[in-house]
């Protein structure tokens, strides 16, 4: 069974930064990505690897956000935040199965 943690969330201003983390108990997962839900809507991906190396983003964080990843963590550079990247960022790695974390709150706010 997968187990992902993430950490790095937390409040910041328009136009900062933030880096989150995510950590497996496994290593070498193939699809491993970042996803997020803000207040009232569905949750949503982010960026993620998927097979063969290949890298998703969502159109609305091209150019700003960057995934990056070793044997057993996925981070997630966020840079130019705006208000609207506020939601719960949840870690997602697919072996067999859809396994979840259990989120890191980021806040973008003055």
């Known amino acids: 069974q997968v187990h992902l943690v993430e950490s790095g969330g937390g409040l910041v201003q328009p136009g900062g930064s933030l880096r989150l983390s995510c950590t497996s108990n496994i290593s070498n997962i193939y699809v491993m990505g970042w996803y997020r839900q803000a207040p009232g809507k569905q949750r949503e991906l982010v960026a993620r690897?998927?097979?063969?190396?290949s890298i998703d983003y969502a159109d609305s964080v091209k150019g700003r956000f960057t995934i990056s990843r070793d044997k057993s963590k996925v981070w997630l550079q966020m840079n130019s935040l705006k208000p609207e990247d506020t939601a719960v960022y949840y870690c997602n790695a697919i072996l067999g199965m859809s396994y979840w974390g259990k989120g890191t709150l980021v806040t973008v706010s003055s």
């Open positions: 690897f998927i097979s063969g190396g």
